[in-house]
């Protein structure tokens, strides 16, 4: 993609265009004007609608009132309790999930390249989590530890009577761990791709240099790998801050388990206030170019070599 | 010798502990739908095994799915509308998708590095920020609670990700194969048919399966922008089921929904495991 830009930016001081490459682009315009002009209405213009909203006194319980009013649904938001908490456990579950999702990802994928047997098996079978439907895994994992229809208390160790969703941090380590289950093989899967990348001589020479396993990974694996790790890690942090399904079928926000994601919904569809539900849109959508911007600028992301898929 | 048995039994571990984690949940609600109505509440004082399997197989939960025909069962409707939709959103996006893939893979103009940057930022677009002006739209349009309505805004990821991985496999494909066939004498149309169309088919194959999946799976526009079972697909569908009385919950019935909806994921997934991890991985990382 590099060489191409370098070639066009040649191409359009050289004064006069051939009809050829005239025509070439004028094709190349033709054929991807269709899915861009798709993008941008259901991206560009609804987006650019929320922000107009969101300056405006809009709740459809209440029709007649309304009109401008400036920011004052976004001081409403950024001054009460609630947008910070969730936006603290937003956080939080993004940190740990991902934290998590690295290590074992890390592990599945050396599993998954070096394993001697059972490679196609460990592909085939994490792929399953990748595939079924959020609110299935959910709803499998609520039923799992809820008390009433469980099995999970029913194991050794664990109380009986622990009621997992009836307090804060232990919904919290259930929708966790139904986020880690769902999403970790994505992961695992980017980071098998970075490895593959990795010449296999070095090893050989580092292990004729006597390097043990440990310091194969840490010297050799970890900073080649560096590119994909922080592509992997850009898609899946940016993918665990919408984190809405789980936590509606776990616990629809109770016990303070809210996420930012579940607030616009409830803001917008469940009490239909368009203005400030619009408002928390915006924040949380501004908060997303946020975290990209510091994957970009702080750690160095090329965006060209990351995928969507997460 | 024995470096290699603690390696051996190492990696067996850890493929042991995989498969065990990732079918977890999945044995797990199968189990739970072939319960007796009755079976379903555990309790303490029950061992493991007893709560996680059924004392007697029955299928009584995926047969109450489907009581009462199309217009009175919670979920025929909905399952129609989950097919209908992703089938439909699919065809639209990879149709779309493989002109631009086409362009940016093969021709050579200015812009098409900013569109492939755009469709990955799109990608990454908080879908919450969309739901509210999309809720208004849909009602002043009358849109919503419509097919439409739910497949316009599957294209903000489903064409990201389509162009995406495309344009990877796109890439790959040997076009002055092409130009070679018309010099031996084909026509442009037998060269794209017999030549470009077999070799380009497996990326679209990957690309229409990944982009039916995310459709598939979507719950938050699903819940906002519809309201009843006209539109209202699989996942949107399960949170609205109701027990028999307020005070039951439709345990089975949700956990039987939920493992008809599993199966096509689990048929793509064992037919298709090279070519999803293929498509997953392409592009990924500059080879």
Same mark, same amino acid.
């Given at each position: 993609?590099?060489?191409?830009?370098?070639?066009?930016?040649?191409?359009?001081?050289?004064?006069?265009?051939?009809?050829?490459?005239?025509?070439?682009?004028?094709?190349?315009?033709?054929?991807?004007?269709?899915?861009?002009?798709?993008?941008?209405?259901?991206?560009?213009?609804?987006?650019?609608?929320?922000?107009?909203?969101?300056?405006?006194?809009?709740?459809?319980?209440?029709?007649?009132?309304?009109?401008?009013?400036?920011?004052?649904? /976004?001081?409403?938001?950024?001054?009460?309790?609630?947008?910070?908490?969730?936006?603290?456990?937003?956080?939080?579950?993004?940190?740990?999930?991902?934290?998590?999702?690295?290590?074992?990802?890390?592990?599945?994928?050396?599993?998954? /390249?070096? @394993?001697?047997?059972?490679?196609?098996?460990?592909? &085939?079978?994490?792929?399953?989590?990748?595939?079924?439907?959020?609110?299935?895994?959910?709803?499998?994992?609520? /039923?799992?530890?809820?008390?009433? &229809?469980?099995?999970?208390?029913?194991?050794?160790?664990?109380?009986?009577?622990?009621?997992?969703?009836?307090?804060?941090?232990?919904?919290?380590?259930?929708?966790?761990?139904?986020?880690?289950?769902?999403?970790?093989?994505?992961?695992?899967?980017?980071?098998? @791709?970075?490895?593959?990348?990795?010449?296999?001589?070095? /090893?050989?020479?580092?292990?004729?240099?006597?390097?043990? @396993?440990?310091?194969?990974?840490?010297?050799?694996?970890?900073?080649?790998?560096?590119?994909?790790?922080?592509?992997?890690?850009?898609?899946? &942090?940016?993918?665990?801050?919408?984190?809405?399904?789980?936590?509606?079928?776990? &616990?629809?926000?109770?016990?303070?388990?809210?996420?930012?994601?579940?607030?616009?919904?409830?803001?917008?569809?469940?009490?239909?206030?368009?203005?400030?539900?619009?408002?928390?849109?915006?924040?949380?959508?501004?908060?997303?170019?946020?975290?990209?911007?510091?994957?970009?600028?702080?750690?160095?992301?090329?965006? @060209?070599?990351?995928?969507?898929?997460? | 010798?024995?470096?290699?048995?603690?390696?051996? !039994?190492?990696?067996?571990?850890?493929?042991?502990?995989?498969?065990?984690?990732?079918?977890?949940?999945?044995?797990?609600?199968?189990?739970?739908?072939?319960?007796?109505?009755?079976?379903?509440?555990?309790?303490?004082?029950?061992?493991?095994?007893?709560?996680?399997?059924?004392?007697?197989?029955?299928?009584?939960?995926?047969?109450?799915?489907?009581?009462?025909?199309?217009?009175?069962?919670?979920?025929?409707?909905?399952?129609?509308?989950?097919?209908?939709?992703?089938?439909?959103?699919?065809?639209?996006?990879?149709?779309?998708?493989?002109?631009?893939?086409?362009?940016? !893979?093969?021709?050579?103009?200015?812009?098409?590095?900013?569109?492939? !940057?755009?469709?990955?930022?799109?990608?990454?677009?908080?879908?919450?920020?969309?739901?509210?002006?999309?809720?208004?739209?849909?009602?002043?349009?009358?849109?919503?609670?419509?097919?439409?309505?739910?497949?316009?805004?599957?294209?903000?990821?489903?064409?990201?990700?389509?162009?995406?991985?495309?344009?990877?496999?796109?890439?790959?494909?040997?076009?002055?194969?092409?130009?070679?066939?018309?010099?031996?004498?084909?026509?442009?149309?037998?060269?794209?048919?017999?030549?470009?169309?077999?070799?380009?088919?497996?990326?679209?194959?990957?690309? !229409?399966?990944?982009?039916?999946?995310?459709?598939?799976?979507?719950?938050?526009?699903?819940?906002?922008?519809?309201?009843?079972?006209?539109?209202?697909?699989?996942?949107?569908?399960?949170?609205?089921?109701?027990?028999?009385?307020?005070?039951?919950?439709?345990?089975?019935?949700?956990?039987?929904?939920?493992?008809?909806?599993?199966?096509?994921?689990?048929?793509?997934?064992?037919?298709?495991?090279?070519?999803?991890?293929?498509?997953?991985?392409?592009?990924?990382?500059?080879?």
């Amino acid at each position: 993609m590099e060489a191409s830009g370098a070639r066009m930016r040649l191409g359009r001081n050289r004064a006069p265009v051939s009809e050829r490459t005239r025509s070439e682009r004028r094709l190349g315009w033709l054929l991807c004007a269709p899915a861009v002009i798709a993008m941008l209405l259901v991206t560009a213009y609804p987006i650019g609608y929320a922000v107009v909203l969101s300056l405006q006194d809009v709740d459809l319980r209440f029709p007649e009132e309304g009109g401008f009013v400036g920011l004052d649904n /976004y001081v409403a938001v950024l001054t009460s309790e609630l947008w910070w908490t969730d936006l603290l456990n937003t956080v939080f579950i993004m940190v740990v999930t991902v934290a998590i999702e690295l290590v074992l990802g890390m592990l599945i994928a050396l599993v998954m /390249y070096r @394993a001697i047997f059972g490679r196609g098996l460990v592909r &085939t079978v994490v792929l399953i989590p990748y595939g079924i439907v959020t609110v299935v895994a959910a709803f499998a994992w609520f /039923y799992a530890f809820n008390p009433d &229809t469980g099995f999970v208390n029913n194991l050794p160790l664990i109380g009986d009577e622990t009621s997992w969703f009836g307090e804060r941090f232990s919904a919290f380590a259930v929708i966790i761990l139904a986020e880690v289950w769902k999403t970790t093989p994505f992961m695992a899967l980017l980071l098998l @791709a970075g490895l593959t990348t990795i010449d296999s001589g070095l /090893y050989e020479a580092a292990r004729v240099d006597g390097a043990n @396993a440990w310091q194969r990974f840490w010297k050799i694996t970890l900073p080649l790998m560096k590119p994909a790790i922080l592509v992997a890690l850009l898609f899946r &942090t940016l993918d665990a801050f919408r984190v809405f399904d789980t936590i509606f079928i776990m &616990t629809r926000g109770a016990q303070d388990t809210e996420s930012v994601s579940i607030l616009g919904f409830s803001q917008l569809i469940s009490r239909l206030n368009l203005g400030l539900g619009s408002a928390v849109s915006v924040l949380i959508f501004l908060c997303v170019l946020l975290i990209a911007f510091v994957f970009v600028r702080w750690f160095g992301v090329r965006m @060209a070599e990351g995928r969507p898929g997460a | 010798m024995e470096r290699g048995t603690r390696e051996y !039994a190492l990696w067996s571990i850890g493929i042991v502990l995989i498969v065990f984690v990732a079918l977890l949940p999945v044995v797990w609600i199968v189990s739970l739908s072939l319960k007796e109505p009755s079976t379903i509440t555990t309790g303490p004082g029950i061992s493991v095994w007893d709560a996680f399997f059924p004392k007697e197989i029955t299928f009584d939960n995926y047969k109450s799915l489907f009581e009462g025909g199309i217009d009175d069962s919670p979920f025929i409707k909905p399952l129609i509308n989950s097919v209908l939709i992703a089938l439909i959103t699919t065809l639209i996006s990879i149709v779309l998708a493989s002109f631009a893939a086409y362009a940016i !893979a093969r021709l050579n103009f200015p812009g098409k590095s900013a569109i492939l !940057a755009g469709a990955l930022a799109i990608a990454m677009f908080p879908p919450i920020s969309t739901v509210g002006p999309l809720f208004d739209m849909w009602r002043t349009l009358g849109l919503y609670d419509t097919y439409p309505g739910l497949i316009i805004p599957y294209l903000t990821f489903s064409l990201p990700l389509a162009i995406y991985t495309l344009v990877a496999f796109f890439r790959e494909i040997p076009w002055d194969l092409e130009q070679a066939a018309q010099v031996d004498g084909a026509t442009p149309f037998q060269a794209f048919r017999k030549v470009i169309v077999p070799l380009a088919a497996p990326g679209v194959f990957t690309a !229409a399966i990944l982009v039916f999946i995310f459709c598939w799976n979507d719950f938050l526009f699903a819940i906002s922008l519809t309201s009843s079972d006209a539109s209202r697909t699989v996942p949107a569908a399960l949170a609205f089921f109701t027990g028999e009385s307020q005070f039951t919950q439709p345990v089975g019935s949700i956990a039987a929904a939920a493992v008809i909806v599993t199966i096509p994921i689990i048929v793509f997934v064992l037919i298709f495991q090279r070519r999803i991890v293929a498509g997953l991985t392409a592009g990924a990382v500059k080879g």
